[in-house]
Every structure is written in structure tokens, then in C-alpha cells.
């Protein structure tokens, strides 16, 4: 239905009614509310993939001769070859250099705690604790991803100081050797070098091994860093979706869908949602396996059906694509004092969000009737649904360079949309930035000083219940009786 004249894109008439209602459902202030009152329904099933890192590290460090790689000698020999071979000399220097690359017991004793603490995390977060201690609803609160991310910055920290302790001990180690004399002769029959060859193969084996150490090391930070990104990233999803599904769910329609669903996934999943209850100081659990594209469809609060569903889109990759008709005839959606248009638009872009997905496209698509002076179609109404669909990306909290919108099958740029109300287009952008920096502190606010002390209480449990479980895991092998042969 096409606009008249006489209703400029964003008067003001609507404007405020809408904005009235929009921040009732969207935007950081309601979404906060939602997900404080929900935040039980928190899902990180995808875990810590960096609680092995520190394994990891120990395993492939330099721990050999041969780890030196083939370092080219004064002489053109390479060092594996010389030391390749069975003579006394190399047997010694092979041991002495050996001897200079083990752990610490130092090390030893940091990697037991990391792996200690790195378990009991993910533990938490996904929910996936000891028995006794899920009998006695020990996770009836839901992690805070920044206690979780402030927790793995620390074993970084401790495990990178560990690590950095260990490499200048083997630098040291090494550095002695070459001052040693027994170490010396052997060194220089095995490897045919001379008192003038000693300092330039000291120093490429120093390098070597610094070389070594500091690719060693970046593995293990990059490890932990990448469970802080994706820990983050995932806060980030969850916050939106269970915002979106609180507010779909003052729908009694939706509530009937979303409640459905949780009960059939509450029936088919193992340790599924086993804490959920009511709690005053604590959220609830009602959405901890929904998924917003799982409903298949949903009202607006417009009264709005919109449909999703799983397409293959480029590459054969699956893509979920969101579909609402807009009624073609219709003054008191068109022309209410409440824009409606511009609510359901937002509506759609924030199940976009709640999905998990970063950016959004949205295509508009209206076959006008009417012509212009050119003869033309007019364009008028769908470059206003067009202006709307971005407004509503931007409300729902996706970045301006994230929002793609197509106008009947052509994309157009921010600045064409609006290209005759430029400082509306600044200032929705700029109270897009503000809204989604507001999302971002609140994904990362720090806990208080109370439920740290309680965090860290609760990974030393855990941790403790774990140990003692693998204990007993153990001793339980152990007196097993042995298989007998066929």
C-alpha cells in the first residue's frame, strides 16, 4: 500500500509512538531485563577446546636431539647426521643435551593445575558436572561468561609465566653446557667441528631453540585466546537469543510453541536443563534447548505470522531465511499511531540475531501500481519499507557494515536509502553504536567481588569431585580381573 504525500518517511507523529513501543521489546534496556530473568537458559554446549593446550604443549616441545632439525655445521655437515651416529661421544652429548631440555618439575606441577582448573570450567559451562555434585544442584546458577573468561585469562597468564620459566631454564641449561668441558670435547669429536666452530654452532642451537620455544608458546596462548573469543562470541548469541524468546513468549500463541518444543527436547536430550527450577536470586531455565529456528514460525508483537526456515543457499551451505508477508491494504498498520511497520521489521532482524548469525540480509520486495511523472513505477513505498528494514537491523544490534538491503532484487547502500534524510540516518547510527556498546559491557561486566570469591570456590570443588572421580575410575580398573585369552 503506498504511502501518501502527505506521510514523510519518519514523521515525527509516528516516530515517538513507535520508539515507545519498540523499546518495550528491543534494544538494551529490555533485552538486559529478559535475559537477567532467563539467564538460567544460558547454553554453551560447544565447550573449551583449549583445556588440552597445555597437554598439547608438553607433548610436542622440544624434548630431542632431533628436534634441533637439520642445523647446517661450519663443516657442511647437518647436526642429525653427525649425531646419527653410535660412538660414545654422541651417546654423552646426546644426553647431556637431552638432559637440558626436561621438565621442571615446576612445569610438571603447572601443567596439573591448569588441566585441574581448565576441566572444572568446562565443566561449568557445559553443565556437565560430577554426579554428586549435580545431585546436590551445584550448577543451579548459570555461569557469568566474564568470571568464565576471567578464570582461562588467568591459566593463560599462569601458563604462558610457567612456560616462559621452563625455556629460559633449557636456554640456561644449554648455555652451561657449552662452558662445561667434558660436554665440549665430546661435542667437538662427534660433530668434527674445531674451538673456532664452537661459538657459531652454539649460537644456531641457541636459536634454533629459541625459535622452537616461542612457536611452542604461541600455540598455547592462541589456544586459550581462541576459547576466550568463541566464549565470548557465544555470550554474545545467548544474550540475544534469550532475550528474543522472552519477549516472544508474553505471547500466549509463542509461549504454547516455545513450551512444545522445550518439552520435546527436554525428552530427547540427555542432561537436559537438570537444575531448572524457580529461584528469586536466579534465572530461570525455561529456554536452555531452544532454538529460535527450531520454532519454525512465530507471531510479531504486531500480530505479524513470520515463517523460517533451512535453505541451501551458496556453496550448498545451509542458510536460514525469515519470511513475513505485509498486508497490501491496511490504514491502521500503514497509518496508526504506532508504526507497525517499523516493529515488525526490527521483530524479524532480532530472530536473525537470536539465530546466531552476524550480519543480515534483508530483501524488500513491492510491485507498485502507481507511476511516476516518467511513467515509472513509483518506488516510494518500498524505498520507506527499505528505510524501515535497516532501521530495524540497526535496533535489533547489528553493525551498519553488517546490514545488507535489496530493494526488488538490487542492493542499496545506507546512504542511497537515505539519501534525502541524511541526519536521520546519522543518528540512527549513532544510537545503534551507543546501544551496542551497552550490549558489549554488559556480555563482559565483571562479577562482584562476592561471586568471584564464590566462582573460584566452585571450580576447587569441582575440580576436587573430578580428581576424586578419576581416582576411584582408576582404582576401579585396577581390581578389574584380567581378560581371559579364547
Not at 652429548?93 to 603447572?110: F, G, P, R, Y
Not at 536460514?320 to 515488525?344: A, I, R
Not at 513509483?378 to 535496533?395: F, I, P, S, T
Not at 561486566?445 to 576436587?464: G, L, M, Q, V, Y
Request: a neutral charge.
Amino acid at each position: 500500500m503506498p504511502l501518501p504525500n502527505f506521510v514523510p518517511f519518519g514523521k515525527i507523529r509516528n516516530y515517538f509512538n513507535a520508539e515507545k513501543e519498540l523499546i518495550k521489546h528491543f534494544g538494551p534496556r529490555a533485552e538486559e531485563v529478559y535475559f537477567e530473568m532467563y539467564s538460567d537458559s544460558v547454553n554453551f554446549n560447544a565447550g573449551l577446546t583449549g583445556i588440552g593446550a597445555f597437554d598439547t604443549f608438553s607433548q610436542s616441545r622440544m624434548q630431542k636431539v632431533t628436534d634441533f632439525g637439520k642445523l647446517k655445521l661450519p663443516n657442511g655437515s647437518t647436526l642429525d647426521e653427525k649425531l646419527n651416529a653410535a660412538t660414545p661421544e654422541v651417546t654423552a652429548v646426546k644426553t647431556q643435551l637431552e638432559d637440558a631440555l626436561k621438565a621442571d618439575q615446576n612445569l610438571s606441577n603447572a601443567i596439573k593445575a591448569f588441566n585441574s582448573r581448565a576441566k572444572a570450567l568446562n565443566a561449568i559451562v557445559t553443565d556437565n558436572l560430577p554426579q554428586n555434585l549435580a545431585k546436590n544442584n551445584a550448577q543451579s546458577d548459570s555461569f557469568n561468561p566474564e568470571a568464565v573468561g576471567s578464570e582461562l585469562h588467568k591459566l593463560q597468564s599462569e601458563g604462558t609465566k610457567a612456560i616462559k620459566a621452563q625455556h629460559q631454564l633449557e636456554l640456561n641449561r644449554l648455555d652451561a653446557l657449552f662452558k662445561d668441558n667434558a660436554f665440549v670435547n665430546n661435542l667437538k669429536t662427534s660433530l668434527g667441528v674445531t674451538d673456532v666452530d664452537l661459538p657459531t654452532v652454539q649460537k644456531d642451537m641457541t636459536d634454533a631453540l629459541k625459535k622452537r620455544q616461542g612457536e611452542d608458546l604461541d600455540k598455547f596462548e592462541k589456544a586459550v585466546k581462541g576459547d576466550i573469543d568463541k566464549l565470548y562470541k557465544a555470550s554474545q548469541d545467548e544474550y540475544f537469543r534469550i532475550s528474543f524468546l522472552a519477549d516472544l513468549y508474553r505471547n500466549k500463541q509463542n509461549k504454547a510453541a516455545i513450551d512444545a518444543l522445550a518439552e520435546k527436547n527436554r525428552k530427547t536430550q540427555e542432561n537436559t536443563a537438570i537444575h531448572v527450577g524457580i529461584d528469586a536470586n536466579k534465572g530461570l531455565a525455561t529456554f536452555k534447548n531452544v532454538r529460535v529456528e527450531d520454532l519454525k514460525g512465530f507471531l510479531s508483537y504486531t500480530g505479524r505470522q513470520i515463517n523460517i526456515e533451512e535453505q541451501k543457499g551458496k556453496d550448498n551451505k545451509s542458510e536460514t531465511v525469515l519470511t513475513m508477508t505485509l498486508p497490501k491494504w491496511g490504514l491502521n498498520y500503514y497509518y496508526g499511531s504506532e508504526d507497525k511497520v517499523l516493529g515488525d521489521m526490527t521483530t524479524i532482524a532480532a530472530a536473525v540475531r537470536a539465530c546466531g548469525h552476524d550480519s543480515i540480509i534483508m530483501d524488500v520486495n513491492y510491485k507498485s501500481y502507481q507511476t511516476n511523472s516518467k511513467g515509472e513505477p513509483d518506488n516510494k513505498h518500498v524505498m520507506d519499507l527499505a528505510r524501515k528494514a535497516y532501521e530495524g537491523a540497526l535496533k535489533a544490534g547489528f553493525p551498519p557494515d553488517k546490514i545488507t538491503i535489496n530493494v526488488n532484487g538490487e542492493a542499496k547502500k545506507a546512504e542511497d536509502l537515505f539519501a534525502e534524510y541524511p541526519n536521520r540516518l546519522k543518528l540512527m547510527q549513532d544510537k545503534a553504536e551507543t546501544d551496542n556498546q551497552r550490549r558489549e559491557e554488559y556480555v563482559k561486566r565483571a562479577s562482584s567481588p562476592e561471586a568471584t570469591r564464590d566462582f573460584k570456590d566452585r571450580i576447587n570443588k569441582i575440580s576436587e569431585a573430578q580428581e576424586r572421580q578419576e581416582a576411584q575410575q582408576q582404582q576401579q580398573q585396577q581390581q578389574l580381573p584380567p581378560i581371559a585369552a579364547p
